[in-house]
């Protein structure tokens, strides 16, 4: 249940969920299960740990670039998380950050205002939904 979200659509003040979205794609951590000669669980373990090891920085690289108005960091950043993201199938996600590596690759840091919100929050649903993933494997 953690490793979905609800999208939420406002209709006359009242909140309907419109579909269900999984955070991590199933098939994604089954590919990366079935890339293991041997141990998958061992081999999704370290990847996990790395992700949440590295996103962490990756995330801070993201505020500071959009801060400092630095678009070269800010196309590193978020590329690479992108990138990460989606090897476990985090396609929201990824999406938002090529969002922000468009915006790094241009040259213009122009974010719409709950643009670095949405990216936060989308963020900590991805952290929660691995730390689940990763306590599975135990």
Do not use: W
């Not at 790395?50 to 500071?64: C, F, T, V």
């Not at 989606?86 to 719409?112: N, R, V, W």
């Amino acid at each position: 249940a953690l490793s979905r979200c609800q999208l939420m659509e406002q209709q006359a003040g009242n909140a309907s969920p419109i579909s269900e979205i999984p955070v991590l794609n199933p098939d994604a951590l089954e590919n990366l299960r079935k890339a293991a000669v041997k141990d998958p669980n061992s081999l999704l373990r370290q990847l996990i740990d790395g992700y949440l090891e590295d996103a962490p920085k990756l995330m801070q690289n993201i505020r500071e670039a959009i801060e400092q108005v630095n678009p070269p960091k800010l196309d590193l950043a978020a590329h690479t998380l992108k990138s990460m993201s989606d090897t476990f199938g985090a396609t929201t996600f990824a999406q938002l950050c090529k969002k922000l590596e468009l915006m790094g690759e241009s040259g213009a840091i122009a974010l719409e205002p709950d643009q670095l919100t949405q990216l936060e929050a989308q963020y900590q649903q991805v952290v929660a939904a691995l730390e689940l993933e990763r306590q599975k494997l135990r």
